[in-house]
C-alpha cells in the first residue's frame, strides 16, 4: 500500500509540472526515466511555494508560506508527509542529499515576494540565487547522483542557467508583474519609464547566463543532457524573440512561444543530440 502511495504523490507532481509549464514538462520527458520523479518533485514543491505568494490574495500569504516552509522541512526530516507534493520533494531530498541551504535560500526569495515591489542590485542577485539558481543546483544535484566532483564543476553553470530563465521569465512577464503585483523584479527599473537601452543592457546580462550555462550542459551526464538542452532551447528561442521586440511591446502584453514550436524544438533538440551537433542559435549569442 505504502508503494500506492508514493506512485500517487509522483503522479501528483507531475500533473502539477505539466500544468504550470509545457516547456519543462516537455524536457523531463526527455531526461532519463530514473530522473522523472526526482525532478518533478522538485517541481511541484517550488511551484507551489510560487503560487502562494503570487495568487492567494484573498488568503494570509505569510502564514501559508511560513507554514508549507515548517511543513517541508518536517517532511524532509521525518522522511515522510501526508501532502503528496511535500512527500515528493523530500525523497528527492534524502534521496540525492539536497543542501538545506538551497531550500533555506528558496524560501527566503518567496518571502521577499511578499513585501519586495522593487529592488536594488544586492537584493536583486539575493533573489534570483534564491527563487531560480538553488533550483538548478537541486536539479544538478539529482543529475550528478552523487558525483561531488561532477557537482563542483558544473555548479557555476547550473546557476548561470536558472539566472537567465529567470531573467527572461522577468522581460515576459513584465506587464503581468507590475499590473498584478506591484513588482518590478530588474534593479533600479522604473516601469513606466523602461527604456531601449536599459532594455539592451539586461539582454547583455542575459546572454552572458546563456553562454556559461551552456558549457556546463554540454559536459553533464547523457541522462540528463538532452531534457536540459530542451529547456536551454526553449528559453533560448523565447530570448530571441525578446530581443526582437521594442520595449513598448514588452510593456504591453507577454511574448510567448507556441506549443506548435515547443513540440517542433524538441523533436531539433533530439535529432541535434543524437547527431552530437551545436545548435546555431547557441552560438549567436
Known amino acids: 500500500m505504502f508503494t500506492l502511495f508514493q506512485k500517487t504523490a509522483a ?20 531526461l532519463g526515466r530514473a ?20 495568487t492567494f490574495h484573498d488568503f494570509d500569504k505569510k502564514y501559508l508560506l511560513q507554514k508549507f ?47 519586495e515591489t522593487s529592488h536594488g542590485r544586492v ?9 531560480a539558481e538553488v ?18 564543476k558544473l555548479e557555476p553553470s547550473a546557476r548561470a542557467l536558472g539566472a537567465a530563465f529567470q531573467k527572461v521569465n522577468f522581460l515576459r512577464d513584465m506587464k503581468s508583474d507590475f499590473d498584478e503585483r506591484g513588482r518590478v523584479y530588474f534593479p533600479g527599473i522604473d516601469f513606466a519609464n523602461f527604456r531601449e537601452e536599459t532594455k539592451k543592457q539586461i ?10 550555462a551552456y558549457e556546463g550542459i554540454i559536459q553533464l551526464p547523457a541522462s540528463a543532457r538532452a531534457g536540459v538542452m530542451l529547456a536551454y532551447a526553449y528559453y533560448i528561442r523565447l530570448f530571441q524573440k525578446i530581443r526582437k521586440v521594442p520595449v513598448h511591446r514588452i510593456k504591453e502584453a507577454r511574448i510567448r512561444v507556441s506549443d506548435i514550436h515547443k513540440i517542433f524544438m524538441l523533436v ?18
Open 69 to 115: 516552509k515548517h511543513d517541508t522541512f518536517q517532511a524532509i526530516e521525518q522522511g515522510i508527509s501526508l501532502n503528496p507534493v511535500l512527500y515528493s520533494f523530500q525523497k528527492a531530498v534524502n534521496d540525492y542529499h539536497i543542501p538545506l541551504n538551497l531550500i533555506e535560500a528558496f524560501f527566503k526569495s518567496m518571502e521577499m515576494d511578499l513585501y
Open 11 to 30: 503522479a501528483c507532481s507531475k500533473n502539477i509540472t505539466e500544468a504550470y509549464s509545457t516547456s519543462f514538462s516537455l524536457g523531463i520527458k526527455t
Open 35 to 54: 530522473l522523472h520523479e526526482p525532478v518533478y518533485g522538485i517541481y511541484g514543491m517550488v511551484r507551489y511555494a510560487d503560487e502562494i505568494v503570487d
Open 203 to 212: 539582454e547583455e546580462e542575459v546572454a552572458n547566463d546563456f553562454r556559461i
Open 123 to 131: 537584493s536583486y542577485d539575493e533573489y534570483i540565487y534564491g527563487s
Open 268 to 285: 531539433e533538440t533530439l535529432a541535434m543530440q543524437q547527431l552530437g551537433l551545436p545548435r546555431a542559435e547557441f552560438e549567436r549569442l
Open 135 to 152: 533550483v538548478g543546483l537541486m536539479c544538478l544535484k539529482v543529475f550528478t547522483n552523487g558525483d561531488e566532483e561532477m557537482y563542483q
